[in-house]
C-alpha cells in the first residue's frame, strides 16, 4: 500500500513539473513547431507502439525477480524444510 501512495505522489509531482514546458523558449519557433509537426505526425501511433513495446517486458522480467526472490525466501525460513 505504500508504494502505491508513494507512486501517486510521484506521478503527481511528474505532473506539476510539466506545466513548466509552457516556458520552453522553442515550442513557439519553427524548430518547435518542426518538431511538433514530426512527433504528432501521421506514424505518431507507429512510433509510440514501438516506444511503449518493451514495457511489458521488462514488467514482466521485474515481476518474475520478484517471485523468484520471495519463494526463495520462503524456503529457506520455512521450518518444515530440513
Do not use: W, Y
Request: net charge positive.
Amino acid at each position: 500500500m505504500r508504494r502505491v501512495k508513494v507512486f501517486t505522489v510521484g506521478l503527481l509531482g511528474t505532473f506539476a513539473l510539466a506545466s513548466g514546458v509552457g516556458a520552453c523558449p522553442l515550442c513557439s519557433t519553427e524548430t518547435g513547431a518542426q518538431v511538433r509537426a514530426l512527433a504528432f505526425g501521421p506514424n505518431f501511433l507507429r512510433h509510440l507502439s514501438v516506444t511503449l513495446a518493451p514495457v511489458p517486458i521488462l514488467l514482466a522480467l521485474v515481476a518474475g525477480t520478484g517471485l523468484l526472490d520471495r519463494s526463495t525466501a520462503t524456503k529457506e525460513r520455512s521450518p518444515d524444510a530440513a
